[in-house]
């Protein structure tokens, strides 16, 4: 039985943001739409959201493990808005590669991260 991309991505995250390399998480973002560039977009937020919604619920709440899923959900909100303008610019639906695209040619954030 094969585990579907979503599964897998989800999985990668959760590894990423476990690991407590703060590097590790903050480029956690970049590595997800290289691994799974033909994902749709919106797979990498969902991925990044179920991994923080994790790591909240089922981990000891420590001044770490607080920060980490603060720092995944606003590495998360700033992703969405970037979906939105890549899909507002007529590539619907977005994938992961057209976000990769978008952040060399506009916005290098989670290029520099």
Known sequence: MSVAP????????LEELLSGDISRCRALVRKLCQKWPSEPALSVVFALTSAASMVEDNFKITEQSDGLSLLAYKLV???????YAVESIGHKPAKARDLLHFWRRVDGYFLDL
């Open 6 to 13: 979503i599964d897998q991505m989800i999985e990668f995250a």
């Open 77 to 83: 909100a700033l992703l969405a808005a970037d979906v």
